[in-house]
């Protein structure tokens, strides 16, 4: 047994609350849709037109978008569960608040990020907490920070030129990038509890 292989305490003696489940379908959904979105975003870039798909694909685009938050949610709770079952009691965060904390007013600006970080690590040693922290940090630049520039500097609301979209593409390369290795850190089955004290 390594280091990373040794029951934790009463939480091993008494079994996990949570169930196992295989992450790598929700993480190709979220993946496929992620990258459509990105496709959508370089096709702007590409023809420097606002609607490159003509105004009636609108509508699609955003159910679009609303696809991609819902499978990343979905994705996202799942692995947080998982990593309640690979290292129990090592989480500050309960699953629950891995969906919550990102409607959390100023919280949402961190929280998921801790709550991504305490996933990784509970597949083993994160090797990758620069590639989190890079997703991170553009997913920043793309969402809150965006909006300000926007509104308090340029004084305007247009977010269709390449420049944000360029954002939002390095954006998505990055969460693709952050769920595939959060997903290969969480094994397709259940495993013996990752000692991560």
């Known amino acids: 047994m390594d280091q990373y292989n040794v ?3 009463p939480a091993a003696v008494r079994g996990p609350r949570y169930r196992f489940r295989d992450p790598k379908g929700p993480a190709l959904v979220v993946q496929c849709l992620i990258a459509t ?3 959508a975003d370089i096709a702007v870039i590409v023809t420097g037109k606002d609607s490159p798909f003509g105004e009636d694909a609108d509508a699609l685009l955003g159910g679009l ?3 991609c938050w819902g499978a990343f949610l979905f994705w996202f709770y799942r692995c947080r569960c998982n990593a309640e079952v690979l290292a129990p009691g090592t989480h500050k965060y309960a699953p629950a608040f891995a969906l919550g904390s990102w409607i959390i007013p100023l919280g949402m600006w961190w929280l998921p990020r801790r709550i991504m970080l305490d996933i ?3 597949g083993g040693p994160p090797l990758d907490v620069w590639l989190i922290n890079a997703w991170w940090f553009v997913w920043l630049c793309d969402g809150p920070v965006s909006v300000a520039v926007h509104l ?3 004084h305007q609301t247009d977010y269709e030129n390449p420049v ?3 954002v939002a593409v390095l954006d998505t390369i990055l969460a693709i990038a952050v769920i595939r290795r959060v997903t290969a850190g969480q094994p397709a089955g ?3 509890y990752f000692n991560m004290t």
């Open 7 to 9: 029951p934790v305490g």
């Open 37 to 39: 979105w990105a496709l």
């Open 65 to 67: 978008q609303i696809a």
């Open 120 to 122: 990784r690590r509970a």
């Open 152 to 154: 308090l500097v340029l």
């Open 164 to 166: 944000d979209k360029a």
């Open 190 to 192: 259940p495993l013996p």
